[in-house]
């Protein structure tokens, strides 16, 4: 079954304790993308990965890290998290993007994060 | 600047009645449009896209929508509403010249029985 996975699904963490989301694809999917969502502002994209070891900041990026060494997988890393990072988070994939090229997202189930 | 509108936070609509979610947008050329519906407590789902041709794009579970390029509208429609479609639907616009997906604040859509 072709799918974005997340883990974990829901997480409890504290002020300053360094975290790792992890996203990971089966479809070969070129275009990897990290959103969070929160109420009323819709979805804002943190960072965005367009093949292995490229990576861009998307429109909030401060206070996160990613990494894409293998095209799979595509870790999401909090290094301080703070309570302004309390939200809902999504991992989404896509095949390539280009002009012209406008394929649709899969997006993983979410990881619902607090941070006290 | 790129941007996406949905007016409306939450629209409510009788079972078996039509249904319309508005969008309107915002880019430099020409543009790439897409809905997306979120159930609770799930992930986005694609629900369907504008690239280019016809104006009306159909989609999944009985959606569509209509591109007008004069009223920069991309409006999604239902003929008739099911209580299963209650949810939150999401606009998004790129604009062929670049990469990034600008996403709207979300439509609650409640149907009811």
């Known amino acids: 079954e072709a799918q974005v996975t997340q883990n974990p699904r829901y997480l409890i963490t504290v002020t300053g304790k360094k975290l790792t989301v992890t996203c990971s694809q089966n479809m070969n999917h070129e275009y990897m993308s990290w959103y969070r969502q929160d109420p009323g502002l819709g979805l804002r994209q943190i960072y965005y990965?367009?093949?292995?070891?490229?990576?861009d900041k998307g429109d909030v990026p401060e206070g996160y890290k990613v990494s894409r060494k293998e095209k799979r997988n595509f870790p999401l890393i909090l290094e301080s998290p703070s309570p302004n990072q309390t939200s809902l988070y999504f991992c989404?994939?896509?095949?390539?993007?280009?002009?012209?090229?406008?394929?649709?997202?899969?997006f993983g189930p979410g990881t619902r994060l607090t941070v006290t | 600047a790129q941007s996406v509108a949905q007016p409306e936070d939450q629209v409510n609509v009788a079972e078996g009645n039509p249904l319309t979610v508005k969008c309107t947008y915002s880019v430099s050329g020409n543009p790439y449009l897409f809905w997306y519906v979120q159930y609770p407590n799930r992930g986005l789902q694609f629900l369907l896209k504008?690239?280019?041709?016809d104006n009306l794009v159909k989609g999944s579970y009985g959606f569509e929508a209509e591109f007008n390029k004069s009223q920069t509208s991309f409006h999604l429609k239902k003929p008739s509403a099911l209580v299963s479609d209650s949810a939150l639907y999401f606009c998004?616009?790129?604009?062929?010249?670049?990469?990034?997906?600008?996403w709207g604040a979300g439509t609650k859509l409640i149907i009811k029985p």
């Open positions: 998004a616009v790129r604009a062929d010249s670049n990469y990034q997906l600008i």
């Open positions: 989404a994939s896509s095949r390539r993007l280009g002009h012209q090229a406008a394929y649709e997202q899969y």
């Open positions: 504008y690239i280019t041709g």
């Open positions: 990965s367009m093949n292995v070891e490229v990576t």
